[in-house]
């Protein structure tokens, strides 16, 4: 019972708990945001008089409410849309200003597979052919051990 108690209170079980409930609520929000404001004004363009979420078609006696659909899909837009504008691009932006990318070391080819390796490596990562010293950084001459 310790083991469970101890990972319940750990900081990432707790986190996405709260995450959980205030994505639900948002997501909630979102919809009541549709429904109340955007729902009305497309229904109003497709002439579904206000109401685009009452919009069925109906097939062989069954009836299609496509306006449900329509609903779902300009919510789910909505909350992608500020999900990345209010929480993903403030976020990388924010990792980038903190932890900024180290310089990545110079690179060469290697003279037998021609895959791009470190500079300093003395063996291939992906043949595992030695690497003189005689290519330089930029594919300078090449070493063929003769």
Do not use: W
Request: with cysteine; aromatic share 10%; glycine share 10%.
């Amino acid at each position: 019972m310790k083991g469970f108690r101890t990972f319940l209170l750990r900081g990432n079980v707790v986190d996405l708990a709260v995450g959980i409930v205030i994505g639900a609520a948002f997501t909630a929000l979102v919809n009541g945001f549709v429904k109340a404001f955007l729902t009305p004004v497309v229904g109003l363009v497709s002439g579904a008089t206000g109401d685009f979420s009452a919009r069925t078609f109906h097939a062989s006696g069954v009836t299609f409410p496509y306006g449900t659909f329509i609903d779902a899909t300009i919510s789910f837009v909505i909350v992608a849309a500020v999900i990345y504008f209010l929480v993903v691009l403030p976020m990388n932006r924010m990792q980038e200003k903190f932890f900024p990318k180290a310089a990545s070391a110079p690179m060469r080819e290697c003279p037998e597979c021609l895959t791009a390796i470190p500079a300093a490596a003395k063996r291939c990562s992906a043949c595992t052919a030695p690497i003189g010293p005689g290519v330089g950084v930029q594919g300078g001459p090449v070493d063929l051990g003769k």
